[in-house]
């Protein structure tokens, strides 16, 4: 059976993610006791003739008792040990963001009370929750992500992928936003010749026909890409052959505008050929459009 277990801080989209995997045929149960997981999984694989368990999908939160939360890496061994096919969705935010979202939704935050305010609530649950944070097979930042974007996420690296086969995301950054938490490779291409720096190329992307031709027409660009691409090609398969499930590639420039978008996309394109799950994400270029900048 496949057992998938969704964590992370409250607010950060556990409930969202768990929706999309029942729409995917995965049985759902939310906010499950540690202590049930060996009872659960040994009721699933006791009806795998039917089935209807054969696929589960459990969200494990803060509310858990701390003490089986700091035991939950021996835990997650011994579930192995019995031939689960397990995977850990952690999804996390800035401390900003969740606390926004609880501003913004008014809803109380599990682990604060009268003695403990929002925001030392929600620092305590990051340190609360680490021993699942750390065996993360998939680490999703939310910052900035709409529902929808996070439910497409899930949705295309969990379903898109067959068995144990690679799912690769490539995303682009501003460093000036800060690097991304998610990410497992960072590559920085702020050496480029900036499109930015030409007013004409201003208001364009990484995608658009006259920043691709800026960048083409630059050797350095051409080697960029050769490099970034013969890099992976050596070690993706190494990370693939030790059963690594999901990887995730960032491309930052100055402001994740042009540079690391064409890079991006280069990288999807060439990997495509080689993995059948592979995303290209832009973080920034949403942000641009919503402020009329792009």
Not at 209 to 221: D, G, K, M, Q, W
Not at 234 to 243: E, G, K, Q, T, Y
């Amino acid at each position: 059976m496949k057992l998938i277990i969704v964590s992370g801080r409250s607010g950060s989209g556990k409930s969202t993610a768990l929706h999309v995997l029942e729409d995917l045929g995965f049985y759902c149960i939310d906010n499950l006791p540690i202590g049930l997981l060996f009872p659960l999984t040994r009721e699933a694989t006791s009806q795998a003739s039917t089935g209807r368990l054969h696929r589960m999908a459990v969200s494990i939160d803060a509310r858990n008792l701390s003490g089986e939360i700091a035991n939950f890496g021996e835990i997650y061994a011994q579930l192995q040990q019995t031939g689960v096919n397990v995977e850990i969705i952690y999804l996390d935010a800035d401390e900003q963001a969740l606390l926004q979202r609880f501003h913004a939704t008014r809803r109380k935050h599990p682990l604060s009370d009268d003695r403990t305010s929002l925001r030392e609530a929600i620092s305590h649950e990051k340190a609360l929750l680490e021993p699942l944070s750390k065996l993360a097979d998939l680490y999703v930042n939310t910052t900035g992500m709409s529902m929808y974007e996070l439910r497409d996420q899930i949705k295309q690296r969990v379903a898109g992928r067959k068995g144990q086969e690679l799912a690769l995301l490539f995303q682009s950054f501003g460093y000036k936003h800060g690097v991304p938490l998610d990410s497992d490779y960072v590559f920085d291409v702020r050496c480029l010749p900036n499109p930015y720096w030409d007013n004409s190329l201003r208001k364009f992307t990484g995608i658009d026909p006259p920043v691709i031709e800026f960048l083409e027409r630059e050797p350095a660009t051409r080697d960029m890409v050769s490099d970034i691409t013969g890099f992976l090609d050596r070690w993706l398969p190494s990370f693939a052959d030790s059963n690594r499930t999901y990887m995730t590639i960032s491309i930052g420039c100055t402001g994740g505008q042009h540079r690391s978008v064409y890079i991006c996309e280069q990288l999807g394109a060439h990997f495509r050929a080689q993995y059948a799950n592979v995303q290209v994400r832009h973080s920034e270029l949403p942000h641009l459009q919503a402020r009329g900048e792009i």
